[in-house]
Nanobody, 125 residues
Framework: DVQLQASGGGLVQAGGSLRLSCAAS????????TAWFRQAPGKEREGVSC???????YYGDSVRGRFTISSDNAKNMVYLQMDNLKPEDTGVYYC???????????????????WGQGTQVTVSS
């Protein structure tokens, strides 16, 4: 079974950094794309970053240049390094995984069937 467990959220001041971790099991990164999404209260789930099975990396416009996604295949871990955090980065962050079809959008939530529980990130101003 595909399982994902996100951790590393917390409260941080604007301008600070956090690193989220996603422990993955039941699949290999050679076949699956993994991604981070976030959801703020009253808003739709937003794609933050994705690393696909070929190592291609995608970022949402609002985080590009501040966030960095990486994976450790040996440990089956995916990380999201978040720097220069802003209050608008506040939300619940989820990791997701799936085999992406050729026409799937890497940062679209509907592209993923497998989700971990969320981890709360709160950025204070």
């Amino acid at each position: 079974d595909v399982q994902l467990q996100a951790s590393g959220g917390g409260l941080v001041q604007a301008g600070g950094s956090l690193r989220l971790s996603c422990a993955a099991s039941g699949f290999t990164f050679d076949d699956y794309a993994t991604a981070w999404f976030r959801q703020a209260p009253g808003k739709e789930r937003e794609g933050v970053s994705c690393i696909d099975n070929r190592g291609n990396i995608y970022y949402g416009d609002s985080v590009r240049g501040r966030f960095t996604i990486s994976s450790d295949n040996a440990k089956n871990m995916v990380y999201l390094q978040m720097d220069n955090l802003k209050p608008e980065d506040t939300g619940v962050y989820y990791c997701a995984a799936d085999i992406l079809a050729g026409n799937s959008w890497p940062l679209l939530a509907l592209s993923y069937d497998y989700w971990g529980q969320g981890t709360q990130v709160t950025v204070s101003s």
